[in-house]
T-cell receptor
Framework: EAAVTQSPRSKVAVTGGKVTLSCHQT?????MYWYRQDTGHGLRLIHY???????EKGDIPDGYKASRPSQENFSLILELASLSQTAVYFC?????????????FGPGTRLTVL | GDSVTQKQGQVTLSEDDFLFINCTYS??????LFWYVQYPGQGPQLLLK?????NKGISRGFEATYDKGTTSFHLQKASVQESDSAVYFC????????????FGQGTILKVYL
């Protein structure tokens, strides 16, 4: 089973500050994803990547950037954090080569913007 | 576009009750369907997966059947336990991109002794 870790596990940020959330996976998956979870909205895709040095916009990319410097690492960057970005953020990975589509999630990062 | 609907925001049961969580979907193809479960303080984890080839998935006492006619993928369990208390998400593979998933809003299950 894929191992996906996230850091930090929780963070408090100030409005207008820069926030970087990190994700690391150890199962050699090609796809990685960033989601946010808000009460009543389920999981919404922010950005994803299928290869190192390339990222794609998801369904709600505004206010977020992503970086995939290597196959194992995927970061989510909030250049100017806003109150509306308070949420729990999950990273996930999947292996397109198996054709199974299953995504494996990390434990999440709780971000509070004050 | 593709969408998944879970009408029940919360389901409250007693131990040994029958569980039914509603999920319907809208898409132009025959996607792979998933149920994920999220326990408190954890990320979602795959509970079961069903493709057009197998039509039914069973895992840990839970089962779901792929019904193309009614475009539904309801989750059922004959007898729930307190440890089943969690949030359950229905999801499907997106038509435009095979690896991306579309998730429902989630259903909170609370089981009391």
């Amino acid at each position: 089973e894929a191992a996906v870790t996230q850091s930090p596990r929780s963070k408090v940020a100030v409005t207008g500050g820069k926030v970087t959330l990190s994700c690391h996976q150890t199962n050699n998956h090609d796809y990685m994803y960033w989601y946010r979870q808000d009460t009543g909205h389920g999981l919404r895709l922010i950005h994803y990547s299928y290869v190192a040095d390339s990222t794609e916009k998801g369904d709600i990319p505004d206010g977020y950037k992503a970086s995939r410097p290597s196959q194992e690492n995927f970061s989510l960057i909030l250049e100017l954090a806003s109150l509306s970005q308070t949420a729990v953020y999950f990273c996930a990975s999947s292996d397109a080569r198996t054709g199974g589509y299953e995504q494996y999630f990390g434990p999440g990062t709780r971000l509070t913007v004050l | 576009g593709d969408s998944v609907t879970q009408k029940q925001g919360q389901v409250t049961l007693s131990e040994d009750d029958f569980l039914f969580i509603n999920c319907t979907y809208s898409t132009t193809t025959y996607p792979t369907l998933f149920w994920y479960v999220q326990y408190p303080g954890q990320g979602p984890q795959l509970l079961l997966k069903v493709t057009t080839a197998n039509n039914k998935g069973i895992s840990r006492g839970f089962e779901a059947t792929y019904d193309k006619g009614t475009t539904s993928f309801h989750l059922q369990k004959a007898s729930v336990q307190e440890s089943d208390s969690a949030v359950y998400f229905c999801a499907l593979t997106q038509t435009s991109s095979g690896q991306k998933l579309v998730f429902g809003q989630g259903t909170i299950l609370k089981v009391y002794l």
